[in-house]
């Protein structure tokens, strides 16, 4: 087969396409797992799938990927037992 | 039986890293378009905030197969998308995921084009009521006294009624979400996929850059804008409304909490008057009352 003579203008999907996008960051959320029920709902609203969920038995297993998280705070807003505080970066 | 978390994929279709702000709405809504359709889904995109946040070539931050196109051509496109793939028999769902200019203004002649053939295409208008992409410029889907870069003191028309000009188009399916409720997105996605022809579902995405409130405050907002009346949940499945659960509570005037609340949260509104106040609480009262009228059910 003939080879293609141009660049196809084609792109492909890749973590992390601008760059470590943690160090945008000034607010970092942490998850008090004492505190934490499970439901996943942080997962649900977290815009950029930062938040890692895996199932255990009748909860969810969560934990936050801090290379990429934005820190703009909105799985500690809806929190329902505000488990997940946001504490200044240094 | 109702979705829960629990049902839906946990797959990534927002990947880490992309260019999106801080609390951006539009990932949100992705991602639930991705739970909702997985693999399916085709999406066709026009100039707007989803065409930056893939970031540059090579790579992109979706993983979503996309084609980006001019403004104005979006529905047209995805209407040879649809039927492509009903030549070749695939199994394939051709989405726009258009911007409020993309669907209101620059888009509405091919959107109107595509909803009167009646293709079978899901149309997502992601309303984040400005032209947020090129710097806060006021679209028809701004609300009345909101501030953008081109209203310094306001706007001073009110916001155009999309779903209620889509329903006039006569088409299958005509819905409203809203990113603080993402189980009825998803369901009402996963329903459009089972109808055929043009589908409409109009998406209320607060942007923190835009609307001038902190990025955390995304979630919040959009539910208060549902508390407060001032957007309503509802489908209309050839022409027949049914409010949502969500919004059912708010078809009662005085279950609505006072739209002072909404607005006194965003830096966008730091110059409305008790005047306008009056006047968008009107506009709130009117649109139920079309509404409830629409869908035949008695006001409380």
């Known amino acids: 087969m ?10 492909r999907p890749k973590i992390g396409v601008h760059g470590i996008t943690g160090s945008w960051r000034f607010r970092r959320p942490e998850i008090d797992y004492a505190k934490c029920v499970g439901c996943g709902l942080c997962w649900l609203y977290c815009p950029d799938s930062v938040v890692e969920i895996e199932s255990s038995g009748e ?32 | ?3 829960t978390i629990r049902d839906l994929p946990k797959e990534k279709y927002v990947l880490p890293g992309n260019a999106a702000c801080p609390g951006c709405p539009e990932t949100m809504g992705l991602r639930y378009v991705g739970m909702a359709l997985g693999h399916r889904a085709i999406l066709v995109i026009p100039a707007g905030c989803t065409s930056i946040l893939q970031g540059l070539m090579p790579g992109n931050g979706l993983s979503f197969p996309i084609i980006n196109v001019a403004f104005a051509s979006a ?55 400005a032209y947020m992409n090129t710097g806060i410029q006021r679209s028809s889907q701004t609300p009345l006294g909101a501030w953008t870069t081109t209203t310094w003191r306001g706007k001073r028309e009110p916001k155009k009624n999309m779903p209620l000009i889509m329903i006039s188009h006569g088409i299958p399916y005509v819905a409203t979400a809203s990113i603080a409720y993402p189980i009825d997105f998803i369901e009402k ?10 589908k409409y579902i109009h998406l209320h995405a607060p942007c923190p850059t835009g609307w001038r409130f902190d990025p955390s405050e995304t979630v919040e907002i959009a539910r208060l804008a549902i508390e407060t009346g001032l957007w309503v949940l509802f489908e209309a499945e ?6 949502s659960p969500f919004s059912r509570p708010y078809a009662d005037r005085s279950r609505r909490k006072p739209i002072v609340e909404y607005l006194k949260r965003q830096g966008r509104f730091r110059e409305v008057t008790d005047e306008l106040v009056r006047e968008l609480e009107r506009e709130v009262d009117e649109y139920w009352g079309l509404l409830l009228k629409l869908s035949e059910q008695k006001v409380q």
């Open chain 2, 189 to 198: 996605l996963r329903k459009a996929t089972s109808i055929r022809g043009f």
């Open chain 1, 2 to 11: 003939e080879r293609a003579r141009f660049l196809l203008p084609l792109s």
């Open chain 2, 1 to 3: 039986m109702p979705l």
């Open chain 2, 75 to 129: 529905d047209a496109v995805a209407s040879g998308v649809a039927a492509a793939k009903r030549l070749l028999g695939e199994d394939a769902v051709a989405v726009v995921w258009a911007g409020d200019g993309g669907t209101a203004d620059i888009g509405f002649a091919t959107l109107s084009g595509a909803a009167e053939r009646d293709e079978d295409v899901i149309h997502i208008c992601v309303d984040n009521e």
């Open chain 1, 59 to 90: 909860r969810f297993k969560v934990s936050i990927d801090y290379t990429y998280c934005k820190g703009c705070g909105i799985c500690a807003s809806v929190c329902p037992v505000k488990a997940i505080r946001l504490s200044e970066e240094v």
């Open chain 2, 238 to 243: 050839r022409g027949r409304v049914t409010i």
